[in-house]
């Protein structure tokens, strides 16, 4: 998909978000104005483990920001 011009309404930069994997990728294909989507909900899933990777994993296949400001962000409880 490559984007001639740029979306005019917030509706519109979403519907692109959701083609392009990140910022770099957007750009290459003339989105210059790209923001993924935003993360619904934190995990308290320890940085590094099997279940953070899978979350990450998932994050990115729905095309929302990989990291939500509420994640846990160390591996003691």
Same mark, same amino acid.
């Given at each position: 998909?490559? #984007?001639?011009?740029?979306?005019?309404?917030?509706?519109? +930069?979403? @519907?692109?978000s959701?083609?392009?994997? *990140?910022?770099? *990728?957007?750009?290459?294909?003339?989105? +210059? *104005?790209?923001?993924?989507?935003?993360?619904?909900?934190?995990? &308290?899933a320890?940085?590094?483990?099997?279940?953070? @990777?899978?979350? +990450?994993? @998932?994050?990115?296949? !729905? &095309? #929302?920001?990989l990291?939500?400001?509420?994640?846990?962000?160390?591996?003691? !409880?």
């Amino acid at each position: 998909m490559y #984007v001639h011009t740029q979306p005019e309404t917030a509706e519109e +930069l979403e @519907q692109l978000s959701r083609h392009f994997c *990140d910022a770099n *990728d957007a750009s290459r294909h003339g989105l +210059l *104005d790209f923001a993924p989507l935003p993360c619904p909900a934190p995990t &308290g899933a320890a940085p590094g483990s099997a279940e953070k @990777q899978r979350i +990450l994993a @998932q994050r990115f296949a !729905a &095309g #929302v920001e990989l990291w939500h400001p509420k994640d846990r962000i160390s591996d003691t !409880a």
